[in-house]
């Protein structure tokens, strides 16, 4: 079966998980186990952005330290353990909530700030979810393979994250 239609059999189950379910960490509980088990990927998983008054991460001591901020926490997941905490516009998570857009990188050593929480992690996918005009979550993707990724897990990402917000 081709990735596409691999996707979008996909979707009509996600519409149906997501369907009059209001609980976010459930959804992205089955969403994560339902992508990795189906394209066998090596990390699938939800980072939240969620207000926080922990101290700010390295690299951003010039900001306000005592007020409180936003961070990605680590949501449900499916793989091997993954750090915690994300800055804004760290990693290739924080870049993608920065730039409001999906993230693709076909080699992670190439991406400059790239957080490796594993190190067979070889290539990955960051895609934002909207709520209206804010970014409340991203789905992150990770591949043992180099190049795991193109346009159409961009485009089938994005539509399968709107389809749950
Ligand atoms: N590689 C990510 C961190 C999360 S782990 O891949 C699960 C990043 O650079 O933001």
Redesign the pocket.
Known sequence: MLKEEKYQALLPQVEALCEGEDDMIAKMANISALLHREFGFW?T?FYRVEATSRPRSKGEEGLSQNTTHRELVLGPFQGPL??VH?GYG?????TAWKERRTVVVAD?ERFPG????SSE?RS?I?VPMFRGDEVVAVL?I?SRHLATFDDTDRRCLEQLVAAMA
Do not use: L, P, R
Request: a negative charge; proline letters at 0%.
């Open positions: 990390w998983g993954a750090c994300i760290k990693g290739v998570c924080g992670v790239h957080i490796a929480c992690s990955e960051v992150d990770d």
